[in-house]
């Protein structure tokens, strides 16, 4: 309704006071309300859903298609449709995003891009050649 896509189901919770270490790679959706040292990383073959709640932390690089973070990131983050950043989120590192909603208290420091489209890759590459032409 009203345009918002089904969310994939939470299907794994790392759970407040459990540390994992090492690559993480998942499918549908996770949620962090511990510790994780290393990648979190959603599969590119699925709609993924990361969730990095108020106490959660990771130190590693992040990436999925929608992202929710009220925690803390150590390294880069990218989201391939939709970043949230809730009031208490704080990343450290550079952020990629397709889509970005951020709420006032949330903090990045790092550098922030937007991702293009496809349609606007196409759209600047149009430009570039008729420039050239």
């Known amino acids: 309704m009203f345009g918002k896509k089904k969310q994939p189901p939470i ?5 407040e006071g459990t540390r994992i270490e090492g690559r993480l790679a998942f499918t549908d959706a996770l949620r962090i309300d511990g510790e994780v040292v290393g990648d979190v990383v959603g599969s590119d073959d699925a709609p993924t859903l990361l969730v990095i ?3 959660a932390r990771v130190n590693g690089k992040v990436k ?5 973070i ?3 990131v150590e390294g880069p983050v990218e989201s391939d449709e939709l ?3 809730q009031p208490k989120a704080r990343i450290y590192g550079d952020v990629r995003y397709q889509s970005l909603e951020m709420h006032q208290g949330a903090t990045i420091e ?3 891009h937007a ?19």
């Open 11 to 15: 299907r794994t919770l790392i759970g």
């Open 53 to 55: 709640s108020e106490k």
């Open 64 to 68: 999925a298609r929608h992202v929710i």
């Open 70 to 72: 009220n925690g803390t």
């Open 83 to 85: 970043l949230e950043l």
């Open 110 to 112: 790092g550098v922030v």
């Open 115 to 133: 991702l293009k489209t496809p349609e606007q890759a196409a759209s600047n590459a149009l430009k570039l050649a008729s420039n050239n032409g």
